[in-house]
C-alpha cells in the first residue's frame, strides 16, 4: 500500500514497513523523502492496528544519506543542511522516537550520518553483516542537527561516540553489533528472516508494555531522578494483564 513517490508504506496485518525507495540514489534523503516518511510515520503512529513498525532501505542501501543535490545552490549556513531538511528530518525522529509502539530500523546496507540518525531514532537497529555505517559530518564539514551527539552516545558510550564522529571511520554491521550501535546482526542472505524472528519475539508481548517502555527509555536522567520516575509515572494498562497472569494465579 503506497501513494508516494520516494518511499513506501506497507502494511501486514500488525506490521507497518515504511521503506525509503529511491534504489538508484541509494536512498538519499531528500526533502520530498523527509515529508512522505512524516506523513507515513504519522499514520503508523496513531493506528491501534499497527503494533510494530518497520524502517528500512529498498535495494543496497538502508540510506547513503542527504541527497545535497537536492539542495540545488542553496549555501550551508554555519555547517548546517538548512531547514528545508532539518525542520521535517526532527520531527521525523521526534514521531520514531517517541510513538508508543516499537520500530526496528532494518539497516540492510549503506546507512551515512543523517541516515544513520534517523536509524538511532528508532528503538531497536537490526544491521546485516556487511552494512556500512558512519558518521561523516565531520569529513564534509558539517554538522549533526537530527540527533546524533545525544542518540549516538547512548548507544555506545560517550569516548566511542566521539571517536567514530572524529575520525568519520566506516564500520560494518558486525561491528555495529558488537559496540551497541546495533542490537543485532546477520547475514544479508538471511537478512529477510532474522527481521522476521525479531518481530516474532516482539508481537506476543504487551502493547501496554511497550507504551510505557517507549516512555520511559526515552527520557535519560540521572539515576536517582530516573528511579523515582520509573516508579511514580503511572500509565494506563487493561484487563489484558490479569489475562496474561491467569495461568500462574
Given at each position: 500500500m503506497s501513494d508516494f513517490t520516494e518511499i513506501s508504506l506497507d502494511i501486514d496485518g500488525p506490521v507497518g514497513t515504511l521503506t525509503l525507495d529511491r534504489p538508484e540514489a541509494l536512498n538519499a534523503?531528500?526533502?520530498t523523502m523527509l515529508a512522505e516518511l512524516n506523513?507515513?510515520?504519522?499514520?503508523?503512529a496513531t493506528d491501534d492496528r499497527i503494533r510494530v513498525v518497520v524502517l528500512t532501505g529498498r535495494g543496497r542501501a538502508f540510506s547513503a544519506g542527504v541527497d545535497l543535490k537536492a539542495l540545488g545552490q542553496r549555501p550551508l549556513a554555519d555547517g548546517k543542511v538548512g531547514d528545508i531538511l532539518d525542520v521535517p528530518a526532527r520531527r521525523l525522529t521526534g514521531v520514531l522516537s517517541s510513538m508508543p509502539k516499537p520500530v526496528i530500523a532494518a539497516v540492510n546496507g549503506f546507512c551515512f550520518t543523517g541516515a544513520l540518525e534517523l536509524?538511532?531514532?528508532?528503538?531497536?537497529?537490526?544491521v546485516a553483516d556487511n552494512a556500512k555505517l558512519a558518521d561523516t559530518h565531520a569529513k564534509f564539514g558539517i554538522r549533526?542537527?537530527?540527533g546524533m551527539t545525544q542518540r549516538l552516545p547512548q548507544a555506545v558510550g560517550i569516548a566511542r561516540a566521539r571517536e567514530l564522529s572524529y575520525t568519520a571511520r566506516t564500520i560494518s554491521g558486525i561491528e555495529a553489533a558488537e559496540i551497541g550501535l546495533a542490537a543485532r546482526s546477520a547475514a544479508l542472505e538471511s537478512f529477510p528472516e532474522a527481521l522476521q524472528q525479531l518481530i516474532d519475539e516482539i508481537l506476543p508481548n504487551s502493547s501496554e508494555s511497550f507504551v510505557a517502555y517507549k516512555d520511559l527509555y526515552r527520557e535519560q536522567l540521572p539515576?536517582?531522578?530516573?528511579?523515582?520516575r520509573e516508579y511514580g509515572t503511572d500509565y494506563p494498562f487493561s484487563d489484558d494483564t490479569n489475562v496474561r497472569l491467569a495461568d500462574f494465579r
Open positions: 534523503i531528500t526533502p506523513e507515513a510515520a504519522d499514520r503508523l536509524a538511532l531514532a528508532c528503538d531497536i537497529m537490526l549533526p542537527t537530527w539515576a536517582d531522578d530516573g528511579l523515582a
